[in-house]
């Protein structure tokens, strides 16, 4: 049983560029979470999908910040016109049908210059 | 809305030796889940332990449980003999996200613990 995957796992980038990251839960885990790090902090939420609806999504979450998951497997987050202030580790987490447990990949971390 | 305190920046501890790690939480739901989580050097987050509030007893997994009181609104996490691969950042965690709705989890600031041979 594989866990969460995640893809980049590193991003340099300039200010201003967009991003995408990719994350591919536990197969069957139908609750997919993205998170924000910063360092020294606990991850922030940022946005949750059930399948492929995406129910809810924190205020971090501006305007340039958007996630999908077209077909309720994989998920993407993309950012548009990064910022200094996007650099952190974004990770991902899924959740089996009936358990509360979230497990997590192992982060895309961006560096945005 | 959903907060989560660690009070415990950093703790020293002695290998074999039990370790407490504090977390209080506030929330206004009567439904709530308390959970913890590991963060090695590394970076992966390892789920470790969770807690229903309805539940009747306390959590336990292999050595690590969890001492929940509800009446005073805290969820520490007990390590037992304690092992230098215990050497980490721990979070304590719980379901909601003030704003943000109510799957989604709220974590503490974390508590980076060092084992010592």
């Known amino acids: 049983d594989t866990g969460v995957s995640q893809d980049p796992r590193h991003k340099i980038t300039k200010r201003g560029q967009n991003v995408t990251f990719r994350c591919d839960p536990i197969?069957?885990?139908?609750?997919l979470y993205w998170y924000r790090q910063t360092l020294g902090q606990g991850p922030e939420f940022l946005t949750y999908?059930?399948?492929?609806?995406?129910?809810?999504k924190s205020r971090l979450l501006s305007d340039r910040f958007s996630a999908e998951r077209p077909k309720g497997s994989f998920s993407t987050l993309e950012i548009q016109r990064t910022e200094q202030g996007d650099s952190a580790m974004y990770l991902c987490?899924?959740?089996?049908?009936?358990?509360?447990?979230?497990?997590f990949g192992p982060g895309t971390r961006l560096t945005v210059l | 809305a959903q907060k989560i305190t660690q009070t415990q920046p950093g703790m020293f501890v002695q290998e074999k030796e039990a370790v407490t790690l504090d977390c209080t939480y506030d929330?206004?739901?009567?439904?709530?889940?308390l959970f913890w989580y590991k963060q090695p050097s590394s970076g992966e987050m390892i789920f470790l332990i969770y807690?229903?509030?309805?539940?009747?007893q306390n959590a336990t997994e292999g050595r690590y449980s969890l001492n929940f009181q509800k009446a005073r609104k805290s969820a520490n996490l007990v390590i037992s003999a304690s092992q230098l691969g215990d050497s980490a950042m721990y979070f304590c965690?719980?379901?909601?996200?003030?704003?943000?709705?109510?799957?989604?989890?709220?974590f503490g600031k974390g508590t980076h613990l060092i084992i010592q041979p």
């Open positions: 987490a899924s959740s089996p049908p009936g358990k509360n447990e979230q497990f």
């Open positions: 197969s069957e885990h139908n609750r």
């Open positions: 999908f059930q399948n492929e609806a995406q129910l809810e």
């Open positions: 929330t206004s739901d009567p439904s709530y889940g």
């Open positions: 807690q229903g509030s309805y539940d009747q």
């Open positions: 965690a719980m379901r909601g996200v003030p704003g943000g709705g109510a799957d989604g989890l709220t």
